[in-house]
């Protein structure tokens, strides 16, 4: 399946992959201080954005297996939120294809449960689940609200994620009860010990869906993570604290490549 992809910048290549009911449009202006040192290759997930929807697309397996063709052999991946268990899950299936991953806002296991206490609750999740039949533009608009509650900046974020999400339409209703059920079971937990790559983890202090316990027990499982935590952010620090992402972010690919280290600045 063909997704479409917007790339530009130069360098090394950077595979971004957004979040539930978002598109790769959506990663806000800090993108254009990162794209002189990285190809960024910015990926609409299928259903999302300008990709079309496929009904055979309902796990996390199979969704990372239609954005393999789209990653060049040796790039970086960044994931946010639902992105971020698709690059964990394309590292999974594909160890060889990537380099490195930076995961924001990330987690292993979406929804909580006995052993797990860094999750939203099942009900919650079952809520938007069902709300999606009756007023799915709705359900999106609630959704965007929570990712920005607790964030210093949270009504800038809001407005930031809402027009992105304007500006490319909204996403297939197929593709958000699939994206929605990809939360509710996906556990990545036992395969973090087995995904030796360098990895940058970045979570918000006040996250309300990936708290930032997620975060630190991620990148402790993951045998080769660094950890950041951006204080006073919510569930999108790329777009409430870009400046201190974009720093954590070429901090983590000048000190992998050096043509990055040459043009990067201190």
Same mark, same amino acid.
């Given at each position: 399946m063909s997704l479409h992809v917007e790339v530009r910048g130069q360098g090394p290549d950077l595979v971004l992959l957004h979040g539930w009911a978002l598109h790769g449009g959506m990663w806000g202006p800090w993108l254009d201080q990162l794209a002189p040192h990285v190809r960024l290759h910015l990926v609409d997930l299928p259903g999302h954005g300008h990709s079309l929807w496929s009904d055979d697309l309902m796990d996390l397996s199979q969704l990372a297996r239609t954005v393999r063709s789209h990653v060049p052999e040796g790039a970086s991946l960044l994931g946010w939120s639902l992105g971020g268990m698709i690059a964990l899950e394309l590292a999974r299936q594909d160890p060889g294809l990537v380099s490195a991953l930076i995961l924001v806002a990330t987690t292993p296991k979406f929804v909580a449960c006995d052993d797990w206490a860094h999750g939203m609750q099942a009900a919650v999740l079952d809520e938007f689940a069902r709300g999606l039949a009756s007023d799915h533009r709705g359900v999106v608009q609630n959704f965007l609200a929570l990712q920005t509650r607790g964030d210093e900046r949270s009504l800038e974020t809001l407005r930031l994620l809402k027009r992105s999400l304007e500006a490319h339409g909204p996403p297939d209703p197929r593709a958000l009860a699939a994206g929605l059920e990809v939360l509710r079971t996906a556990d990545l937990r036992d395969a973090l010990p087995g995904i030796a790559l360098p990895t940058l983890v970045i979570a918000g202090d006040h996250d309300r869906l990936t708290p930032a316990g997620a975060g630190r027990a991620l990148a402790?499982?993951?045998?080769?993570?660094?950890? $950041? /935590? !951006?204080?006073?952010?919510?569930?999108?620090?790329?777009?409430?604290?870009?400046?201190?992402?974009? $720093? /954590? !972010?070429?901090?983590?690919l000048r000190r992998r490549q050096e043509p990055i280290e040459a043009g990067a600045p201190a």
């Open positions: 402790a499982a993951l045998p080769q993570a660094r950890y $950041r /935590e !951006i204080p006073r952010s919510g569930h999108a620090p790329f777009l409430s604290h870009g400046p201190e992402v974009l $720093r /954590e !972010i070429l901090g983590f």
